[in-house]
């Protein structure tokens, strides 16, 4: 199921609906339709072909990987800098 929550704009997420009618997200992020759609497809695709276990894997987002790094080296750098400088006498 695509959950819809248009307050400032619309955006998405999938949930499962369990049988007791409770819903649980997928994801906890609200997003575009886009990613949301092709969540639904696949999870659907596994579902409907009488799979026992459904498995979905969530891809890396590369640039927070990149973003963190790019935080982390300079600190460290300043860091060793710091350590290293010559301390007047």
């Known amino acids: 199921m695509v959950a819809e929550d248009c ?3 619309c955006s998405y997420r999938a ?3 369990r049988a007791s009618g409770g819903r ?3 994801n906890t992020v609200y997003t575009n339709h886009g990613p949301v759609s ?3 497809s696949e999870l ?3 579902m409907a072909s ?3 276990h ?3 894997k969530v891809p890396v987002a590369w640039w927070v990987v990149g973003l963190i790094a790019g935080l982390t080296l300079p ?3 300043v860091g060793v800098f710091l350590m290293l400088r010559k301390r007047p006498a």
């Open 7 to 9: 307050d400032e704009g």
């Open 15 to 17: 949930e499962f609906v």
């Open 24 to 26: 649980v997200p997928l």
């Open 38 to 40: 092709r969540q639904v």
């Open 44 to 46: 659907g695709a596994q």
């Open 50 to 52: 009488g799979q026992r």
């Open 54 to 56: 459904i498995t979905f």
């Open 75 to 77: 600190g460290v750098a």
